[in-house]
């Protein structure tokens, strides 16, 4: 979890270039609509953007608001405000930052009221895996469901693996994406149980689905049961190469070769 909180404090505490910010931005979009996030844009710097800075070091709750609900861009200049919109770009709130502010230090009961209030709502995991399979269907594709969390270091580099130049477009050649979050869709848990049939483990778990929703194989390995997580290492890749070459509808052999070639 500290690796996780680090990445997200890389980019709420080290302001960005503007010349950068288009960019930043762009991607923070990417990253909310992936996660069923918002963008939280800080702009300014010394005085209530330093207090924030501070408070998101010492304020657990405020930090892992942050952390689960929102993608930050941050950016120098300009009088301190914070400004959420939705991954589309469209305004969700804004508020000065001096509105909190008491004596001069920064209000973080109050900043996290304001963060929770406008939060993204949560969805249903099942009608997330229900809209994928049926996209899927309509494509004539398997659903890669991966399910993770916040916190959880391994999930984010699954995630990391899956976006890599090399790898996504192959990926995308096949796969509709469906990430459910255990933490914050609702019931995100429940159908992990509910879809793993192997051993019970850890996170992040993954299971590929036919196009017309049956499930065809899952990260457990039939060998022992043991789910093969973000997976590392030669048994790992033999049984990720079994499940991407189950019912595989448009991967070629030497598409999936390179596929597997590119894990750690």
Not at 56 to 67: A, S
Not at 230 to 238: D, L, W
Request: with cysteine.
């Amino acid at each position: 979890m500290l690796s996780v909180l680090a990445s997200v404090l890389a980019v709420v505490l080290g302001a960005a270039e503007v010349t950068e910010f288009d960019s930043d931005l762009a991607k923070a979009r990417v990253d909310a609509a992936k996660n069923d996030r918002y963008v939280l844009v800080v702009r300014g710097e010394g005085g209530a953007a330093d207090g924030l800075r501070a408070a998101l070091r010492k304020d657990r709750d405020l930090r892992d608001k942050v952390l689960y609900e929102y993608d930050v861009v941050h950016v120098d200049g300009g009088a301190g405000a914070l400004e959420i919109s939705d991954p589309t770009g469209a305004a969700v709130a804004r508020s000065d930052l001096s509105a909190f502010s008491i004596a001069g230090a920064l209000d973080a009961a109050g900043l996290l009221a304001f963060l929770k209030e406008h939060q993204p709502e949560r969805r249903s995991a099942s009608k997330i895996l229900k809209a994928a399979k049926a996209r899927a269907k309509a494509e004539n594709k398997r659903v890669f469901v991966h399910f993770g969390a916040p916190w959880c270091g391994n999930c984010h580099e699954l995630e990391h693996w899956m976006a890599q130049a090399d790898v996504a477009p192959l990926l995308a050649k096949e796969f509709v994406d469906c990430k459910i979050d255990i933490d914050r869709t609702k019931r995100g848990r429940a159908l992990l149980d509910k879809t793993r049939t192997g051993e019970p483990g850890g996170i992040p778990w993954f299971a590929f689905f036919g196009p017309d929703g049956e499930k065809l194989i899952e990260s457990n390995r039939a060998s022992d049961g043991k789910n093969v997580g973000f997976p590392r290492g030669e048994a790992n890749h033999v049984h990720v190469r079994k499940m991407l070459e189950a019912g595989t509808i448009h991967l070629t052999e030497d598409e999936i070769t390179r596929l597997i070639a590119s894990l750690p």
